[in-house]
């Protein structure tokens, strides 16, 4: 009996040693270690060329595809600093408006790591293609003056 209780008593103080080696408490739960994810870091020159869906102060939205069966739209949204974008057949952004067709080259940066992966995007050179077709805006007196018009031929 007293053979055993040296033996269990050996034991727990192999496995209190080893837990003291290694940095740990008994008892105390650890979790798992995340896989060591290589650092990506890329920076890569890309362009988008359709139609501008929206535009502000500091971005620019372009819809490159459109899907006719569906209707659906693809649709980017580009930041920019306004102090070093590059306007191409354009003076400025006031010159740029809805439904214009531009062609945007934007940088696309990647960065992973463990913690996160975080892709950014900058425009570096907005180039006015196309103006747009501006279409009528009807308004309510234009629709009135509509059915006058419609009564006067009665």
Do not use: W
Not at 10 to 28: H, N
Not at 87 to 109: C, M, P, Y
């Amino acid at each position: 009996m007293r053979g055993i209780c040296v033996y269990a008593a050996a034991g727990l103080l192999m496995v209190a040693a080893q837990a003291c080696a290694q940095g740990t408490e008994l008892g105390a739960v650890t979790t798992p270690q995340a896989k060591n994810v290589a650092r990506v870091h890329s920076l890569t020159v890309k362009q988008v060329q359709g139609e501008i869906s929206g535009i502000g102060k500091k971005y620019i939205a372009v819809i490159f595809a459109r899907d006719a069966a569906s209707g659906a739209e693809s649709e980017i949204m580009i930041p920019f600093n306004p102090k070093t974008v590059k306007f191409e057949h354009a003076h400025s952004l006031s010159d740029l408006e809805q439904g214009d067709q531009v062609r945007v080259q934007f940088n696309e940066e990647i960065k992973k790591d463990e913690t996160q992966d975080k892709t950014s995007f900058e425009a570096r050179v907005i180039s006015l293609i196309k103006k747009g077709v501006k279409k009528p805006v009807v308004t309510e007196s234009d629709v009135l003056k509509s059915a006058e018009v419609t009564e006067e031929r009665e």
